[in-house]
């Protein structure tokens, strides 16, 4: 091996410099290849880092951005949940409409949709409220009645149809029916059936309850001669409802009040006043099933037959809401007195649409 100190003296410069050139050159290239890098970073790195700090900045940086969101409080966000959740209804009596005569204050507010259906069958005092504007129910249902030997009757469909118009106050009532009955007198039995006259009426929600002051309804109605020959009064026959309810405890216990005065038929081409109350009381059991009693009471006026006179029925029932837009009844009654059948049984449905 030769030792750098045996070369001639005239080419140790030579070496000394070609030394020095390569070891530039190694420092040339480990600074190219270890500076790119940090080079790189450094470069890219403070455009990077200031946009972010331009979005961290405070409000007063030349490089904040405007916040677009916007600026709720809670109080904000509670108004808004509250206006969507619950409604300001619309006036729904007669007398709200026109002098402003509200309800009481724990009905002013209501969730939003409706409630479940409150259909006029299958007790004798209808429903105190309208259907609501724009809104249908249909009604129909069947009803056996029996005196012993001497009279059985078979009432059917009872359909009834409700539609609300103009306002949520006002509806629209529409009934037909069908009757077929036999009667034994003197041991001679006849025998009628056929369509009854045509159902026309009218129900204004009157006012809503207030403290002692009953939820009332009027229904203005009549029936039109267009039955058939056996079964039609031959006439016109007028007559008024006024329904009452009193919410004694609100979503179990109500009572109702029917008094009414029509004229019925009591034969072909006859007809007299009949004046008639009906009392019930309603608990709900559940949410979906209520159960009622009632006192039903009848008064023909200016009757002299002996066949007809006061009736008196005590009946009872459940009614089943399938959906809040549906509703099923069954009910049972028996005769108090003398003139009374002896026993009804009804079975029924309401829809809404």
Known sequence: MVQRSDVPAPCRPAMLHTRMTRTCIHWLVTVALIGDPLFSTAVWADPLRSGVQALESPADSP????????NFTKEDERARHDERTTTKRQPRTLLESLFGIEGDDR???EPEGEGRINPDRPHLPEAS?????GRIVLESGYTFNNKGSTFSS????EALLRVGMFADWLEFRIGQNFLSAEQTVGGVQTSISGAQDLYLGVKVALTEQKQYLPEIALIPQMTVPTGSREVSAGRVLPGLNVDSTWKIIKDFFSIELLVAAN???DGPNRAHVEFATGLTGVVNITRELETFVEWDAFYPLGVTDPMIGQRHYGVGGLVYFVTNNLAIDIRAGAGLNKQANDFLVGVGFAVRY
């Open 107 to 109: 009905d002013r507010e």
């Open 63 to 70: 490089f904040a951005q405007p916040d677009l969101r916007p």
């Open 129 to 133: 409220t309208t259907v609501g504007k």
């Open 263 to 265: 004229r019925v038929p």
């Open 154 to 157: 078979n009432s059917y469909p």
